[in-house]
């Protein structure tokens, strides 16, 4: 056991040795002497550099120099203070330490703080030592370490990172123009072989992030390997992977690989990678940023991806492919992003089936209530010919029931001006400027509002301000949908203008889909045509001051619950003093040729010439829709062709009565529609039968009538004096 003894003792001489050297090496080498070079080195970067505290000797775990208490500001600015650090403590090799050279390997911070802030002029506080880097154009001087003896050769500082440590790190940034504040708090970082034009090594970070627009904490976890170009032009991700999570289920990963890199220090940076991020499940992360959203279908919103392949340079990022997937509808495309005087955004995808309902807010229960009104109604009954004239008169001094259905829709109407009112704010112009745009979306099916719509496709471009509709198309139940126009935001007040077509579609779906509880139901194909402007520095004034012309027009198309002939049969009854036919009269008008032209006006909808046949009924009229009121009246002019209304209808033997239109009067809520809103029209009826009565009373007495109206207009005067 002797050979054991003899090796312990020489192992324990050369340590004592080695640790001897050290101590002679560390006690002739005075490390302060370099603070003022290393704060006069800062100062000509722009950096105020303060080193508070002595820099000394570490002897464990690694040999390096330790700095206390380090705050670095800008240089205009010295006590505006953006980075503090308790201790940094840089590791050095040993063997270039012997030659009396240090030579970095490791650098360890220590609970380093960094703040970041916006003054109201929207500076950030790190702004003016960036500039102050970016005006030095040659690289930084050397530290040279002083020597004993007067040898030409100057020796420097040298960077070999090995390893960087962040430990117990802060990073704060506010904006005194939001009023937003967020911090990056126990941010720890290990980064293992940093050497420029060396091995690829392995950056691990943790944080929790907190902030204004987070409800709770977000943790970071950050692992990656990457590689840095010499003299530091590039940097290679092999490849990066980052999770954010937080306390409240909320989940998502983003994956990186490929490059950042230039050529020289004088040209652009360039990029090439690809990117694969998600976020599942979604609704966690509307909770956490406080934008929870309720919708009609809870599995919507439940999943976000993202796959692209980036390339570009700082100026300009094209996204090809790109691939974005919301739930279950997948969308592909392209997109290049320009950071131009002008930012730019061109965005170009195509989608499968998307339901856009599901995405909206629940629907209001009221529809239900509306459904057992509307079924109520419909089993009312035709009224008699007795009730007809009764109706009539009805017409003239309204009952209690509709005075007070007056005063609610007054009321309503009253209520929703106020709201109105309030909420009219102005439009955010500001923001729809100073960027340009081209959008061209595209699906194979879109279901919105309760409609499908077939391969609709929207093509938007904006320039500054100008909102450009070009196109908007869709296959709508067998017809064709084709639209477009503009907005204009770039003086203070907005103007909008559209128009458009609608060909050959079938009108009962599209009611169906959008209104399956009115009252009123339409059937049939019809086409539309609209052209319409808008202007306005609110909401509320787009659509006060909206202007459109639109015309209806159709073959065959059926309207319930009205009957016009029945009506029309209800006038000859009145006015002839005739019992009404006996037969089933179904509770629709079948229309032929029909058209209409509509002026939109703000809230209030006038029709302004009606056009369309009824079996051997000729219909003209005009009327007018109240939607702030949710109420309408037409006043309706059918006229007789022929003998009879219809094959089994009523019969009109006085030839006085044919061709010659007879007032009905379609008004009502729209709450309010029945079989009984459209009935005959009293005061221009009535005109009517006097007019018939006289022309019967002269055809009779002849001129012996007009001297009889002649005298009896004598008598009243004697009788009344005058």
């Known amino acids: 056991m002797a050979w054991i003894k003899r090796t312990f003792i020489a192992l324990l001489v050369v340590f004592l040795l080695l640790a001897g050297a050290v101590a002679w090496l560390l006690a002739g080498l005075d490390i302060n002497q370099y603070k003022p070079q290393l704060e006069k080195l800062a100062a000509k970067q722009g950096i105020s550099l303060q080193l508070q505290g002595d820099i000394g000797w570490q002897l464990w775990p690694k040999l390096g120099l330790q700095l206390d208490d380090v705050t670095m500001a800008p240089l205009q600015l010295p006590k505006e203070t953006l980075v503090r650090a308790d201790k940094i403590a840089v590791g050095v090799a040993l063997k270039p330490l012997l030659q009396r050279r240090v030579e970095a390997e490791e650098i360890v911070l220590v609970a380093p703080q960094i703040e970041l802030s916006v003054d109201k002029e929207g500076r950030g506080n790190w702004e003016l030592i960036s500039e102050a880097l970016e005006a030095k154009k040659k690289q930084p001087p050397k530290l040279e370490i002083p020597k004993e003896t007067q040898e030409p050769a100057a020796q420097q500082v040298e960077l070999s990172l090995d390893k960087l440590r962040i430990e117990k790190g802060l990073l704060s940034y506010s904006d005194a123009r939001s009023g937003k504040a967020y911090k990056v708090e126990n941010l720890s970082i290990i980064a293992d072989n940093l050497v420029p034009g060396g091995e690829p090594g392995r950056l691990n970070a943790n944080a929790s992030v907190t902030g204004s627009d987070l409800r709770y904490p977000l943790k970071l976890k950050m692992d990656s390997t990457l590689a840095l170009d010499e003299?530091?032009?590039?940097?290679?991700?092999?490849?990066?992977?980052?999770?954010?999570?937080?306390?409240?289920?909320?989940?998502?990963?983003?994956?990186?690989?490929?490059?950042?890199?230039?050529?020289?220090?004088?040209?652009?940076?360039?990029?090439?990678?690809?990117?694969?991020?998600?976020?599942?499940?979604?609704?966690?992360?509307?909770?956490?940023?406080?934008?929870?959203?309720?919708?009609?279908?809870?599995?919507?919103?439940?999943?976000?991806?993202?796959?692209?392949?980036?390339?570009?340079?700082?100026?300009?990022?094209?996204?090809?492919?790109?691939?974005?997937?919301?739930?279950?509808?997948?969308?592909?495309?392209?997109?290049?992003?320009?950071?131009?005087?002008?930012?730019?955004?061109?965005?170009?995808?195509?989608?499968?089936?998307?339901?856009?309902?599901?995405?909206?807010?629940?629907?209001?229960?009221?529809?239900g209530k509306q459904d057992e009104k509307t079924s109520g109604e419909s089993t009312t009954k035709a009224p008699s010919t007795e009730a007809t004239a009764q109706s009539v008169e009805s017409t003239q001094t309204p009952t209690s029931a509709e005075t007070l259905s007056a005063q609610q829709t007054e009321k309503k109407a009253t209520t929703k001006a106020g709201t109105q009112q309030v909420s009219a704010e102005p439009l955010p112009l500001s923001d729809l400027r100073g960027f340009n745009a081209n959008i061209n979306l595209a699906l194979d099916q879109l279901q919105a509002a309760g409609l499908q719509l077939d391969s609709p496709e929207i093509l938007l471009t904006v320039d500054n301000g100008l909102y450009q509709l070009q196109k908007l198309s869709a296959d709508l139940y067998g017809g064709q949908l084709n639209s477009n126009g503009q907005f204009n935001a770039r003086a203070q007040t907005a103007e909008g203008q559209v128009r458009g077509g609608l060909v050959g579609v079938d009108i009962g779906k599209v009611q169906k889909a959008l209104f399956p509880n009115e009252k009123v139901q339409v059937a049939g194909e019809a086409s539309v045509n609209w052209d319409g402007q808008t202007k306005g520095k609110t909401s509320t004034d787009l659509q006060q001051?909206?202007?459109?012309?639109?015309?209806?027009?159709?073959?065959?198309?059926?309207?319930?619950?009205?009957?016009?002939?029945?009506?029309?049969?209800?006038?000859?009854?009145?006015?002839?003093?005739?019992?009404?036919?006996?037969?089933?009269?179904?509770?629709?008008?079948?229309?032929?040729?029909?058209?209409?032209?509509?002026?939109?006006?703000?809230?209030?909808?006038?029709?302004?010439?009606?056009?369309?046949?009824?079996?051997?009924?000729?219909?003209?009229?005009?009327?007018?829709?109240?939607?702030?009121?949710?109420?309408?009246?037409?006043?309706?002019?059918?006229?007789?062709?022929?003998?009879?209304?219809?094959?089994?209808?009523?019969?009109?033997?006085?030839?006085?009565?044919?061709?010659?239109?007879?007032?009905?009067?379609?008004?009502?809520?729209?709450?309010?529609?029945?079989?009984?809103?459209?009935?005959?029209?009293?005061?221009?009826?009535?005109?009517?039968?006097?007019?018939?009565?006289?022309?019967?009373?002269?055809?009779?007495?002849?001129?012996?009538?007009?001297?009889?109206?002649?005298?009896?207009?004598?008598?009243?005067?004697?009788?009344?004096?005058?």
């Open 231 to 367: 003299g530091l032009n590039g940097l290679r991700l092999q490849p990066l992977q980052l999770v954010l999570t937080s306390d409240n289920n909320a989940k998502a990963t983003m994956h990186l690989r490929g490059y950042v890199r230039r050529d020289n220090g004088n040209q652009p940076w360039r990029v090439q990678m690809n990117l694969n991020a998600s976020a599942d499940p979604l609704r966690p992360w509307l909770e956490l940023t406080g934008s929870e959203i309720v919708t009609r279908d809870s599995a919507a919103l439940q999943k976000l991806s993202i796959e692209a392949s980036i390339e570009g340079t700082e100026q300009k990022i094209n996204l090809t492919p790109l691939q974005l997937q919301l739930d279950g509808t997948t969308f592909n495309g392209n997109a290049q992003l320009r950071n131009a005087e002008m930012p730019g955004l061109d965005l170009s995808l195509r989608g499968g089936a998307f339901n856009l309902d599901n995405y909206l807010p629940p629907a209001d229960e009221k529809g």
């Open 545 to 722: 001051n909206l202007r459109a012309a639109v015309n209806v027009s159709s073959k065959e198309l059926s309207i319930a619950p009205f009957n016009l002939e029945k009506s029309m049969c209800q006038l000859f009854s009145y006015a002839e003093n005739t019992p009404l036919p006996e037969r089933n009269w179904p509770a629709q008008t079948d229309l032929q040729d029909v058209r209409a032209t509509i002026a939109v006006k703000g809230d209030e909808v006038k029709v302004t010439e009606i056009l369309a046949g009824i079996e051997n009924i000729a219909m003209t009229g005009d009327g007018e829709v109240d939607l702030k009121k949710q109420d309408f009246d037409f006043a309706l002019g059918l006229a007789l062709v022929g003998e009879s209304t219809s094959a089994d209808g009523c019969t009109v033997k006085n030839k006085r009565w044919r061709n010659r239109p007879l007032p009905l009067r379609c008004k009502g809520d729209f709450d309010d529609v029945g079989p009984t809103t459209c009935k005959p029209d009293s005061r221009r009826l009535d005109d009517l039968v006097r007019e018939e009565l006289k022309y019967k009373a002269k055809k009779k007495y002849g001129d012996k009538v007009e001297e009889k109206v002649d005298e009896l207009k004598e008598k009243l005067k004697n009788l009344f004096g005058r």
